[in-house]
């Protein structure tokens, strides 16, 4: 019995691994391009201080409504 549970678990990720190379490869082939654009580290600058700016000196605002300001996540913004 824990064999024939292996060899399902073994097939089942085959087949998980088909499907996400598959999804990478139409991701390609439709011109998506991963992490993304490069981007210009003036505006990358620009950005960070605007989120720096409404998150100190006393405004108090979450890294999440900071990031919002400049059409990020927060995660983005703790990112960089």
Do not use: C
């Amino acid at each position: 019995m824990p064999h024939m549970l292996a060899t399902l678990a073994e097939f089942v990720r085959e087949r998980i691994d088909e499907r996400v190379n598959a999804g990478i490869a139409a991701t390609h082939e439709s011109g998506t391009r991963f992490p993304g654009p490069p981007v210009n580290p003036d505006i990358l600058a620009e950005k960070l201080a605007i989120g720096a700016d409404a998150r100190g000196r006393g405004r108090g605002r979450t890294a999440s409504r900071a990031a919002a300001l400049v059409g990020w996540s927060g995660v983005t913004l703790y990112q960089h």
